[in-house]
C-alpha cells in the first residue's frame, strides 16, 4: 500500500514537472516573439519624415544690355532682386529599407535614403528700369529664377542647414539602436555592426 502511494505521488510529481517545463518553454517563445515584434514596431516609429527648414534672403541686381546700330546705340534694362526663400531639407525614413534575420538576432539596414531639398523663392523687383525696344520678357524671369536658385544653393551648402538635418536623421535612427540594443540583438549598416551612435555618423554623414 505505501508502495502504491510513492508511485501515485511520483507520477503526480512528475506530470506537475511536466507541465511547468511546458509553461518556461511557452515563456521562452513568447519573449522571442515579443523581441522581434518590438524591433518591427520601433522600425515603424522611425519610418516617417525627417524635415529640417531654413530660411534665406539676398538682394540681386539684374542688368541687361541691348545694342543697336554696330553697337552705337543700346538700350538697358535693370532691376533690384529681393529674394526670401524657405527651405526644407527632408529625409523619407518610409523608403529605407532593411532586413530582419530573426534566428540570428540581426537588423540590418540595407538603405537610408538621401535628403531631399526643395526651395520656395518669394521673388520681389524693385527699381525697374527697361525701354520698349528692350523690355523684361519670360526669358529674363526664367533667368533670374535659375540663377537665384544656384546662388541659394550654395548658401545651402555653406550653411549648417544639411549638418543639422543630418543630425537630426542619426537621432532617429538611435532609437532603434537603443531598442536593438536592450534586446540582445545586433544593428548592421553597411556591413558594419552600428555599436553607438558615433558610428551612424561615420556611416551615414557624407
Known amino acids: 500500500m505505501f508502495k502504491r502511494f510513492i508511485v501515485f505521488f511520483a507520477l503526480i510529481a512528475a506530470v506537475a514537472l511536466s507541465f511547468k517545463y511546458c509553461e518556461f518553454k511557452k515563456e521562452d517563445d513568447s519573449t522571442s516573439i515579443d523581441g522581434t515584434g518590438l524591433i518591427q514596431q520601433q522600425i515603424l516609429n522611425v519610418g516617417k519624415l525627417v524635415v529640417t527648414e531654413g530660411h534665406f534672403s539676398e538682394v540681386i541686381t539684374y542688368k541687361n544690355q541691348e545694342k543697336y546700330l554696330m553697337g552705337m546705340v543700346s538700350f538697358d534694362k ?6 526670401n526663400a524657405d527651405v526644407t531639407v527632408a529625409y523619407d525614413l518610409h523608403l529605407m529599407k532593411y532586413d530582419i534575420d530573426e534566428k540570428n538576432k540581426v537588423i540590418t539596414i540595407i538603405y537610408i535614403p538621401e ?5 520656395n523663392p518669394d521673388i520681389k523687383f524693385y527699381d525697374v528700369e527697361q525701354s520698349k525696344l528692350n523690355p523684361f520678357t519670360g526669358d529674363d524671369y526664367n533667368k533670374i529664377n535659375k540663377s537665384v536658385k544656384a546662388s541659394l544653393t550654395k548658401k545651402i551648402q555653406k550653411s549648417t542647414l544639411k549638418s543639422n538635418a543630418q543630425n537630426r536623421l542619426i537621432s532617429e535612427l538611435s532609437k532603434l539602436l537603443i531598442t536593438t540594443n536592450s534586446l540582445g540583438w545586433t544593428l548592421k549598416y553597411k556591413g558594419n555592426v ?3 551612435e558615433k558610428d551612424f555618423n561615420q556611416k551615414v554623414k557624407l
Open 78 to 83: 535693370k532691376a533690384l532682386i529681393v529674394v
Open 115 to 119: 535628403e531631399e531639398i526643395k526651395i
Open 194 to 196: 552600428i555599436e553607438s
